[in-house]
C-alpha cells in the first residue's frame, strides 16, 4: 500500500491553486471535470509522482461544503491509497462492517470511497491503477507537468483525533497496517508513507477531527520556506501554512 494522493478543500480554488503553485513551484495542475459529479471544481498537482489535489464546492449540500461549514475553514479533506488487489481489499473493508460511499471502476483505475462516519479523520479511498506506476487522476501527460522539481513527493499525512489511539487502530484494521506510538504521535506504516494520528489542537482555526497536515519531500526547503514568507504565509523552523494545513518539510 502507498500513500499516493491526498485532497484539500477550500472556498476559493483559484487562490488556493495560486499560493500553492507559488509556494512549491508546480506546474499547471490538471482540472478533472469528473469530479462535477460530487458538486466539485478541482486541480490536481503533480509532486514528483505523488499528487496534491484542493477541490472547492460548486453547488449546495456537498460533503465538502459541509466540512468547510464544520470545521470553519480550507484544511485537509481526503487520503488516497494505492493498493495492488482491490478486490480483496474491499472485501475486507466489508467484513470490517465499513460503508462503501461511492465507487467506479473504469477498467485502468478503479476506487472505492469509504464512508468517514465509519473510520473518522478523513474521507479514505482505496485506489488501483493498471499499470501500477499509472495514476489516472492525476490527467493526461502528468509527468511532464511537475515544475521544477521542488516537491518530489508525499511522505506522511496528520489527522487530529479526539481519540487518536482508537482512530489509528481502526485505520490499522482498515488498511491492515502496523500502528504503533512513536514521539510524534501514533503512526500507521504503509509500505510507502505514514498516517500520523494526534490529539486534537484545540488553538488551531480549522475545527474538530481531520487532516491537519502532511510531509513533503524535498532537497529545497529554503526555496520553499522563503516562497512561503513572500505570499505572507506562516512560517516555522521547517513548516509553513496554507489553507488550514502545516506542510512539514523533509529530506
Same mark, same amino acid.
Given at each position: 500500500?502507498?500513500?499516493?494522493?491526498?485532497?484539500?478543500?477550500?472556498?476559493?480554488?483559484?487562490?488556493?491553486?495560486?499560493?500553492?503553485?507559488?509556494?512549491?513551484?508546480?506546474?499547471?495542475?490538471?482540472?478533472?471535470?469528473?469530479?462535477?459529479?460530487?458538486?466539485?471544481?478541482?486541480?490536481?498537482?503533480?509532486?514528483?509522482?505523488?499528487?496534491?489535489?484542493?477541490?472547492?464546492?460548486?453547488? *449546495?449540500?456537498?460533503?465538502?461544503?459541509?466540512?468547510?461549514?464544520?470545521? =470553519?475553514?480550507?484544511?485537509?479533506?481526503?487520503?488516497?491509497?494505492?493498493?495492488? +488487489? @482491490?478486490?480483496?481489499?474491499?472485501?475486507?473493508?466489508?467484513?470490517?462492517?465499513?460503508?462503501?460511499?461511492?465507487?467506479?471502476?473504469?477498467?485502468?483505475?478503479?476506487?472505492?470511497?469509504?464512508?468517514?462516519?465509519?473510520?473518522?479523520?478523513? /474521507?479514505?479511498? @482505496?485506489?488501483?491503477?493498471?499499470?501500477?506506476?499509472?495514476?489516472?487522476?492525476?490527467?493526461?501527460?502528468?509527468?511532464?507537468?511537475?515544475?521544477? %522539481?521542488?516537491?518530489? =513527493?508525499?511522505?506522511?499525512?496528520?489527522?487530529?483525533? *479526539?481519540?487518536?489511539?482508537?482512530?489509528?487502530?481502526?485505520? %490499522?484494521?482498515?488498511?491492515?497496517?502496523?500502528?504503533?506510538?512513536?514521539?510524534?504521535?501514533?503512526? @500507521?506504516?504503509? +509500505?510507502?508513507?505514514?498516517?500520523?494520528?494526534?490529539?486534537? *489542537?484545540?488553538?488551531?482555526?480549522?475545527? =474538530?477531527?481531520?487532516?491537519?497536515?502532511?510531509?513533503?519531500?524535498?532537497?529545497?526547503?529554503?526555496?520553499?520556506?522563503?516562497?512561503?514568507?513572500?505570499?505572507?504565509?506562516?512560517?516555522?523552523?521547517?513548516?509553513?501554512? /496554507?489553507?488550514?494545513?502545516?506542510?512539514?518539510?523533509? =529530506?
Amino acid at each position: 500500500m502507498r500513500l499516493r494522493q491526498l485532497a484539500l478543500v477550500a472556498e476559493d480554488l483559484e487562490q488556493t491553486a495560486r499560493a500553492l503553485t507559488q509556494v512549491f513551484s508546480l506546474g499547471d495542475p490538471f482540472r478533472d471535470p469528473g469530479v462535477a459529479t460530487f458538486g466539485l471544481a478541482n486541480t490536481v498537482f503533480a509532486l514528483g509522482d505523488c499528487f496534491l489535489e484542493v477541490v472547492s464546492p460548486v453547488a *449546495d449540500g456537498t460533503t465538502a461544503g459541509r466540512q468547510l461549514a464544520r470545521r =470553519g475553514g480550507p484544511g485537509g479533506y481526503m487520503v488516497i491509497v494505492q493498493v495492488d +488487489d @482491490l478486490a480483496t481489499e474491499r472485501q475486507r473493508v466489508e467484513q470490517l462492517g465499513v460503508r462503501v460511499a461511492w465507487e467506479i471502476d473504469l477498467g485502468q483505475a478503479a476506487t472505492v470511497h469509504l464512508h468517514p462516519r465509519d473510520l473518522g479523520g478523513a /474521507l479514505l479511498s @482505496l485506489d488501483q491503477m493498471t499499470p501500477p506506476a499509472s495514476w489516472k487522476w492525476g490527467g493526461p501527460g502528468w509527468e511532464q507537468r511537475r515544475g521544477e %522539481g521542488h516537491v518530489s =513527493g508525499i511522505r506522511a499525512v496528520v489527522i487530529q483525533a *479526539d481519540d487518536p489511539a482508537a482512530m489509528a487502530k481502526r485505520w %490499522g484494521q482498515v488498511l491492515a497496517s502496523p500502528v504503533s506510538a512513536q514521539a510524534d504521535g501514533q503512526v @500507521l506504516e504503509l +509500505d510507502e508513507g505514514r498516517v500520523i494520528f494526534v490529539p486534537i *489542537d484545540r488553538d488551531r482555526a480549522v475545527e =474538530g477531527e481531520g487532516i491537519i497536515g502532511m510531509e513533503l519531500a524535498t532537497d529545497h526547503a529554503p526555496d520553499v520556506l522563503e516562497a512561503a514568507r513572500e505570499c505572507g504565509l506562516p512560517v516555522e523552523g521547517n513548516m509553513l501554512q /496554507l489553507a488550514g494545513v502545516d506542510f512539514r518539510l523533509v =529530506g
